[in-house]
T-cell receptor, first 115, second 109 residues
Framework: DTAVSQTPKYLVTQMGNDKSIKCEQN?????MYWYKQDSKKFLKIMFS???????INETVPNRFSPKSPDKAHLNLHINSLELGDSAVYFC??????????????FGSGTRLTVV | DAKTTQPPSMDCAEGRAANLPCNHS???????VYWYRQIHSQGPQYIIH???NNETNEMASLIITEDRKSSTLILPHATLRDTAVYYC??????????FGQGTTLQVKP
């Protein structure tokens, strides 16, 4: 059973398109996150939701919009895709905001390529 | 910005202990030290974390200095599968893990 699953695994799309990445966790965690890993391999947090409430919103272009229909799902919608959006996007979840006991569980990533 | 400093790369012989250092001189009293690793393009994997005391689990040991300004992750018997980027992260209760550049550990046969 996959704890944090993301779909799709690979996404190739043209500039200007709108796309969504889905994330689901079956761990019963309360908090979910989106991270972006760019070509230089830096991992940066983008958003975090706790029980469907947005709690972290880093400096991210407003073309990126997270949506959490319930605490087990956190989707990422990207409008008007740009070349610079090409990256690997990781979803993660944790039991609580600070995740003292077990840390974050990350998904396997979605490699987005904008051409 | 990351609040930790790690060497960019290290080598370790297979079967030997890998000791990965981390400096976090500005750590606050309520902040934990976390270690994660990322094996080639996979999602980061939680290894261990601690506040003040040394910690051990099935994957590794974490040694935190008494002043908490530095720590060492120990993989007791490194295998080729331990080749990865290891991230040392200091975080409080904001729920925000800030990843630095990490240490690329190469385990060699």
């Amino acid at each position: 059973d996959t704890a944090v699953s993301q779909t799709p695994k690979y996404l190739v799309t043209q500039m200007g398109n709108d796309k969504s990445i889905k994330c689901e966790q079956n761990l019963g965690h309360d908090t979910m996150y989106w991270y972006k890993q760019d070509s230089k391999k830096f991992l940066k947090i983008m958003f975090s939701y706790n029980n469907k409430e947005l709690i972290i919103n880093e400096t991210v272009p407003n073309r990126f919009s997270p949506k959490s229909p319930d605490k087990a799902h956190l989707n990422l919608h990207i409008n008007s895709l740009e070349l610079g959006d090409s990256a690997v996007y990781f979803c993660a979840s944790s039991q609580d905001r600070g995740s003292w006991d077990y840390g974050y569980t990350f998904g396997s990533g979605t490699r987005l390529t904008v051409v | 910005d990351a609040k930790t400093t790690q060497p960019p790369s290290m080598d370790c012989a297979e079967g030997r202990a890998a000791n990965l250092p981390c400096n976090h001189s500005t750590i606050s009293g309520n902040e934990y030290v976390y270690w994660y690793r990322q094996i080639h393009s996979q999602g980061p994997q939680y290894i261990i974390h601690g506040l003040k005391n040394n910690e051990t689990n099935e994957m590794a040991s974490l040694i935190i200095t008494e002043d908490r300004k530095s720590s060492t992750l120990i993989l007791p018997h490194a295998t080729l599968r331990d080749t990865a980027v290891y991230y040392c992260i200091v975080a409080g209760n904001t729920g925000k893990l800030i990843f630095g550049q990490g240490t690329t550990l190469q385990v060699k046969p």
